[in-house]
């Protein structure tokens, strides 16, 4: 017989009492879980005299050297640190950064950017051509292994040089004098300005690198020219910043100091902002949207976002070697449903892989406007003409990444509705992230998650996924036809009649459909009221450096 | 004097099992079709939906006693699978003693040590997401406690009068093991499986919750959990009904274990 303590005896009506209070409690603690939002005046005078602006990301950024950035947690912190030939304005517009003024050759292939007087590093020397110089060949040499080096390709020579062919020094990229910076590019590239806003076009400074190796990035080794310096970084966890009084705009900074706090869960940082932990989160869950606005109102800020939720199939392999069947697929997704019905009209839906930019309209496919039961019908008639019935139905699997409860709610329901408007069996299989990018670059993958955040407000940065020479191009897609049309845009300098082109590439993709496009992203932030200077702006970037704590905005 | 039956939870159990096996049979729908032809989403309850719907537009109360029967399923395959691996090394550890039972139980020790969250994600990734893979993983790592018991109850058991009699009689160790020994442990070893069974739930649950488990549009408990913890404050049903399934569940093959095991070693 095994021991058993007995609870002490405690009397009967204690205990009712006992319970009824702690029934209370509770009762009263529900209550309080409807947050008003609101923080109370003092602690908002306490954070605005602080000048400390305490800012979430959604995990650590694997690496803080410009050069081996790849995400887009590395590229915000990354901001703050360095600034490029150009820096991104609040509103995603592009503003003079350590150049202050730039030319461009009549052919387009050549620029000259020329760097500003009062330039400098973070211990005092000026910022040089030769620094860039050495920064860009540092991204393309083979010996760097940057995960990047293929974004450099409009840089003249930069592909050759990453593929080991040519040595870094070829690079289209010269230093004229100390302060003019000339750039050869393979071809006139329309978008090229905007590149060079991206962490991996940002200068390093050279003695410290090669001083240091790879651990210049830590706090107290680093220098940078960005209007924050490193101060303190623990592994996995928040990233210190202080203000740089040697960067050549210190008076325009208003912010004393900038933490960057990493947390995976959306659900743990919209905690953590609730109870004033944090000014500012990056995405929250989409079931939290109504309450949150119901409760926050403003404080909820959701903008379209420069990306595409997509999927990708894999051409050169049974089933998907089929572009009937691919178009099948496309069509057989009820877009507006799944939008508006299931993730709270947050999204809007995408008919193609290229979302709405400035200064570009994406291509509507005929079936866009088709009405729901003919558009099903279009895509029963092809997945038919593809060679399947409910006798011989198409049996595959979907691989996603593990992901959010919302990413696995929108997978359900895109095999759910396969199953109902063509009887085909989609099963979905997730996989650990790496695992899964693994999967997908071996080509091991049918049919697999694709999603796309833009690099640049352009639409090669989605159109480019589609070329044979893109390792991105997990889908195998090929096509003479698209390369070409690729190649002519390129070379177009006319924006109306590249536009045209990209159009065309659209609806080669529409047809070959190696892409399933399903929504647009959005932003989604939480920004406290005593933030400000902050606008909404496609590429969700928001340099620290603009921002700033008071009660109203100043003129 | 023995201990009463846990009655209540062994009732609370039967209830659960019948409604779990039952339960979707009188429901027009099944776990996986949407119903969307809903003018909002997740639909409230009402006398076709008893519990609404989820924010899919799946019924919820199928779903929640569909989650039931895939946990249950998988709690009691890997049980017995974890059975029939910690009797057999047990046992043979125990009657073998020596140098056979060392190097049989610094192997059990050895495994002991290997984290298994990594484990399963190791085997996911070598043969590819399956449910049966979910019972082998499972059932492959809780055979380790079984087997530390029944070696002891066996190495009690080893210097009976009975076994020596065997012994002297000339019958084989097999027969000695699988005649004598098997037969006089079934009451200590039904005490613990039913003790792995809430373990193996738990398990499940959480495996499921990070996504090696069950896969969509399948589900258990831990994906019901997860989908639940996402809406937590919108709609905080979704997460306290599967809980509290889970709750039930675990805490009655507990109580029920725990008093089998008492009456057993008393």
């Known amino acids: 017989m095994g021991r058993r303590v007995m609870p002490p005896r405690i009397a009967m009506p204690v205990r009712i009492v006992a319970v009824a209070l702690l029934a209370l409690w509770f009762a009263a603690c529900g209550n309080e879980q409807r947050p008003s939002g609101a923080l109370p005046a003092s602690a908002i005078a306490e954070r605005i005299a602080s000048g400390h602006l305490r800012r979430h990301v959604s995990s650590s950024p694997a690496t803080l050297d410009p050069a081996l950035i790849q995400d887009v947690m590395g590229m915000a912190v990354g901001s703050d640190l360095f600034e490029g030939l150009l820096r991104q304005g609040p509103a995603g517009q592009l503003l003079p950064g350590m150049a202050e003024r730039w030319e461009v050759s009549a052919d387009g292939m050549t620029w000259r950017f020329h760097l500003r007087e009062q330039a400098r590093w973070s211990n005092g020397d000026a910022v040089t051509a030769e620094n860039f110089v050495f920064a860009w060949r540092r991204v393309v040499d083979p010996a760097t292994a940057s995960p990047i080096a293929q974004q450099m390709a409009p840089v003249a020579g930069a592909l050759d040089i990453a593929a080991g ?54 706090p107290g080794k680093m220098v940078g020219n960005g209007p924050f310096l490193l101060r303190a970084r623990e592994i996995n966890g928040r990233i210190d910043l202080a203000r740089n009084p040697d960067y050549w705009d210190a008076p325009a900074v208003r912010l004393q100091a900038v933490t960057w706090f990493p947390l995976t869960d959306s659900a743990a940082s919209t905690a953590r902002f609730l109870a004033g932990d944090l000014d500012e989160t990056e995405r929250f869950q989409v079931e939290d949207l109504e309450w949150l606005r119901a409760s926050l109102g403003d404080q909820v800020r959701t903008a379209p976002y420069n990306g595409t939720v997509m999927l990708g199939m894999n051409v050169r392999r049974a089933p998907f070697d089929n572009a009937a069947l691919r178009r099948a697929m496309v069509l057989a997704v009820d877009r507006t449903l799944l939008t508006d019905q299931l993730l709270k009209r947050l999204y809007t839906p995408a008919h193609g892989i290229v979302p709405p930019l400035p200064g570009y309209d994406p291509l509507r496919p005929q079936w866009a406007d088709l009405d729901d039961e003919a558009r099903r019908e279009l895509a029963r008639s092809l ?26 709610r ?71 036809e698209y390369e070409r049309v690729m190649a002519e845009a390129v070379r ?64 | 004097m023995k201990p009463r039956l846990p009655w209540f939870s062994i009732g609370a ?28 989403l997740p639909v409230g309850a009402s006398w076709a939906h008893p519990l609404g719907t989820d924010a899919l537009g799946r019924d919820l109360f199928v779903r929640l006693m569909w989650s039931c029967r895939i946990s249950l399923l998988v709690a009691l395959v890997a049980s017995l699978i974890s059975l029939v691996i910690g009797v057999s090394w047990g046992v043979a550890a125990g009657y073998f003693g020596g140098r056979t ?60 009068e009975f076994v020596v009699a065997a012994e002297i009689a000339g019958a084989a160790p097999w027969r000695i093991m699988s005649t004598h020994i098997v ?84």
């Open chain 2, 101 to 160: 039972d060392a190097v049989m139980m610094r192997l059990v020790d050895i495994l002991y040590s290997v984290p298994f969250t990594p484990f399963v994600i190791v085997l996911t990734v070598l043969f590819g997401r399956h449910l049966l893979l979910l019972f082998v993983a499972i059932g492959a790592v809780s055979w380790l406690d079984i087997a530390r018991i029944v070696r002891g109850q066996t190495m009690a058991l080893r210097h009976r």
């Open chain 2, 183 to 266: 037969p006089n442990l079934m009451g200590i070893v039904i005490a613990y499986l039913t003790l792995t069974i809430p373990t193996v739930v738990l398990t499940e649950a959480f495996l499921s919750y990070l996504g090696l488990g069950a896969q969509s549009p399948l589900t258990s408990l831990g994906v019901m959990l997860a989908d639940g913890a996402a809406q937590m404050r919108s709609r905080p049903v979704m997460l306290v009904l599967p809980a509290v399934l889970l709750v039930m569940l675990v805490y009655c093959c507990n109580r029920i274990g725990d008093a089998l095991r008492d009456r057993h070693v008393a």
């Open chain 1, 383 to 408: 997945y038919a003409q593809a060679g399947y019935s409910s006798a011989r139905p198409l049996e595959v699997e979907l691989a996603v990444p593990i992901g959010s409860p919302e990413m696995r």
């Open chain 2, 13 to 40: 159990l039967a209830l659960l099992l019948v409604l779990a096996l039952a339960g979707p049979w009188f429901s027009p729908f099944d776990y996986y079709t949407p119903e969307w032809d809903q003018p909002d």
């Open chain 1, 410 to 480: 929108v997978f359900e329901a895109l095999a759910a509705m396969w199953r109902m408007n063509l009887g085909a069996e989609v099963r979905v299989i997730t996989e650990e992230f790496r695992v899964h990018q693994q999967n997908r670059r071996i080509g091991k993958l049918q049919f697999f998650w694709n999603g796309w955040i833009g690099d640049y407000p352009e639409a090669t940065t989605f159109l480019a996924l589609a070329l044979k020479s893109n390792p991105q191009n997990y889908m195998g897609f090929d096509d003479p």
């Open chain 1, 165 to 218: 062919r040519q040595p870094p020094e070829s690079l289209g990229v010269r230093a004229v004098d100390a302060r003019t910076l000339e750039v050869r590019l393979e071809s006139p590239t329309p978008y090229f300005l905007s590149l060079l806003i991206n962490t991996f076009m940002m200068p390093v400074h050279p003695p410290t690198v090669q001083r240091e190796g790879r651990a210049w990035t830590q």
């Open chain 1, 492 to 555: 177009e300098t006319d924006e109306a009649a590249r536009n045209l082109l990209y159009n065309q590439a659209e609806r080669l993709l529409d047809e070959q459909a190696p892409f399933l496009p399903i929504y647009f992203y959005q932003s989604r932030h939480l920004l406290r009221s005593y933030v400000q200077g902050w606008r909404d702006n496609a590429n969700d970037l928001h340099p620290s450096r603009d921002l700033y704590l008071a009660l109203a905005p100043e003129p």
